[in-house]
């Protein structure tokens, strides 16, 4: 009776090398070896031997026969795993190669860029704290700049236009911005329409920020609740003009 342990051999089909194969090796796989020398799998039942043939001598190798020296059983067990799985049969573990891991960031940064770009203004409208890191971020990315101003949050209030009897042809529009929000807002864009007696309109315009408080006053945005008292000139369109109307826009900020 062949105990677990002892040792058999068996022949590789393609270079005719014999190797030992212990009872347990041969059947951890079903009998299914890999060659130490040509790599090659094959079954080891097919070629089993009982014992280990005598030695033919050394010389190269010539169809059917091995004229290599067979190893002797001590050195066959060290230099070959003749109970090796199949490659199929292997769980490699998984490598994170430096492409896969760039190509990862780009899709973070891609799905970043989207999110800021379609959803920045309602994340710092809901979180006004983020709105210096938004607007740094998109301005980093190469995003148009965009306001976070509600202007239904902005009151316009002692709205006027008079004549300026020093100045020919000239009119004084002046109003009082309010912001009734609880963060700070860019100033809005002011539209000022003259109408006629039908309601025809004969002049529009619409002053920007810098236009009617100056670059250097117009940064600094409004505070909530504070009162800015907004005065500028105009061209006086001419007597048709009768009537007269002041909207506000958000305004979109340039890059």
Not at 106 to 121: D, P, S, T
Request: contains cysteine; hydrophobic residues 40%; glycine residues 8%.
């Amino acid at each position: 009776m062949r105990g677990p342990d002892q040792a058999m051999y068996t022949r590789c089909p393609r270079c005719h090398t014999v190797f030992s194969l212990s009872e347990t090796e041969y059947r951890a796989r079903n009998g299914l070896v890999r060659c130490g020398r040509c790599l090659n799998v094959f079954q080891s039942g097919d070629t089993l031997l009982q014992e280990l043939p005598a030695e033919t001598g050394s010389g190269d190798e010539t169809a059917g026969k091995a004229a290599a020296a067979y190893p002797p059983p001590e050195s066959a067990a060290a230099e070959t795993s003749l109970a090796f799985p199949l490659l199929g049969q292997v769980r490699r573990p998984r490598t994170r190669t430096p492409f896969w891991v760039l190509g990862n960031l780009l899709l973070v940064l891609l799905l970043g860029a989207q999110v800021l770009y379609f959803y920045g203004q309602t994340l710092v409208q809901g979180y006004p704290p983020a709105g210096r890191i938004v607007a740094y971020t998109r301005n980093w990315l190469g995003l148009p700049r965009f306001t976070t101003a509600d202007v239904g949050l902005i009151d316009l209030e002692h709205a006027q236009i008079a004549v300026r009897p020093r100045v020919p042809n000239a009119l004084r529009i002046s109003a009082t911005l309010v912001n009734r929000a609880t963060t700070t807002q860019p100033f809005p864009l002011l539209e000022v329409t003259f109408s006629g007696a039908a309601g025809k309109v004969i002049a529009r315009r619409v002053f920007h920020p810098q236009e009617y408080l100056g670059a250097a006053r117009s940064r600094a945005g409004m505070l909530p609740d504070i009162a800015v008292t907004v005065s500028f000139d105009v061209l006086n369109p001419g007597k048709r003009a009768v009537g007269y109307e002041i909207r506000l826009f958000a305004a979109r900020q340039k890059q």
